[in-house]
């Protein structure tokens, strides 16, 4: 990714890495602004601009390090190095969050956020597991800031924890030669490749997502695969068993043997339908009224029926490929 300009607190210019990315980019036009929180200017620009606003860059300082408990593969959920995303999935999450301002947004300030992990790692009564990639993918941002090989060698020092991360990108030749010592879980996420062509926008395409998953499996990490959200388009069946079919091809048997599955089906929201109705006009509609159904304010999930099939139908297709105790959870 080269920014098309870029947002900063001035303070980030303190820290080593702001200096880094100052003089990286330089050739981009930096803009001050008092906090990446509140950056008017784009808050009020109109949905059509989303897709460009998505080349932009904000950079600035971690103020909120709040930890979430979390049980599913993590005990807590933790504010790390970045926040959105350069890329443009219709169903994003973070959109809910931060609406149109999902774009990509830097923390300079990662010594600080490391020592509080660390921390909480050391005096822990048992191994804990830190979600680190739930406001981003850690992997696109590795692209430009480099942090993920700083975090993982100084944190497996510690000999105590794991961190995990999701992605749904394939640049992962700078964590290969990592001494990680097991202390990381890196998960991928994997989508028929129809469905990432339809919807997850400037995405890494399946196959390389597979072989990107195979290498880490390879250079010890261990990994899970996130077939997520799941999509229940017009022929969604026949899309998911052919995705199936081409995991179980292609995976490499060290992964089938120790990966673990999560599922989410798909969440979508007013605030989404609404950007991506001005922003993105002939993509493929997510929203069927048959279909779904109300999920608290302004939020729809597949009908009870319909989400009962669908899992169903995950169950059994994984079950026969890869075997019933691979899925850890299906929400």
């Not at 830097?106 to 020592?115: A, D, K, Q, S, T």
Request: net charge positive.
């Amino acid at each position: 990714m080269y920014p098309e300009q870029i947002y900063y607190e001035p303070a980030a210019l303190d820290y080593p890495l702001g200096k880094a990315l100052r003089e990286r980019y330089s050739n981009a036009p930096w803009i001050p602004i008092e906090s990446h929180n509140k950056i008017d200017e784009l808050r009020t620009r109109p949905n059509s601009d989303f897709a460009r606003m998505k080349r932009y860059l904000v950079v600035g300082v971690r103020k909120t390090h709040k930890y979430v408990p979390n049980h599913k593969v993590s005990d807590f959920l933790v504010p790390y190095t970045s926040s959105g995303c350069s890329a443009m999935c219709l169903y994003c999450y973070l959109v809910c969050n931060y609406n149109k301002c999902s774009y990509l947004r830097l923390f300079v300030n990662r010594e600080e956020m490391l020592r509080k992990l660390m921390k909480t790692a050391l005096n822990a009564d048992r191994d804990l597991t830190f979600e680190i990639g739930s406001n981003s993918d850690l992997i696109l941002e590795n692209t430009i800031t480099g942090n993920l090989p700083w975090t993982i060698e100084q944190f497996a020092k510690l000999e105590k924890g794991f961190l995990t991360f999701p992605t749904k990108f394939d640049s992962v030749d700078s964590l290969l030669t990592l001494d990680h010592r097991g202390r990381v879980i890196a998960r991928m996420s994997v989508n028929p490749q129809e469905i990432i062509s339809k919807v997850e926008f400037g995405t890494s395409p399946l196959f390389n997502r597979i072989a990107a998953v195979n290498r880490l499996g390879e250079a010890g990490y261990r990994v899970g695969l996130l077939i997520a959200p799941v999509i229940l388009l017009e022929n969604w069946e026949l899309l998911y068993r052919e995705l199936l079919d081409i995991l179980e091809e292609r995976l490499s048997p060290a992964v089938k043997k120790s990966m673990f599955i999560e599922i989410i089906f798909m969440t979508y929201s007013y605030v989404q339908n609404a950007i991506n109705t001005e922003a993105f006009p002939n993509a493929v509609q997510l929203f069927h009224k048959g279909q779904m159904t109300g999920r608290g304010r302004g939020k729809y999930c597949y009908t009870a029926p319909l989400r009962a099939s669908g899992e169903q139908f995950l169950r059994q297709e994984i079950g026969r490929r890869f075997g019933k105790n691979k899925i850890l959870y299906i929400v």
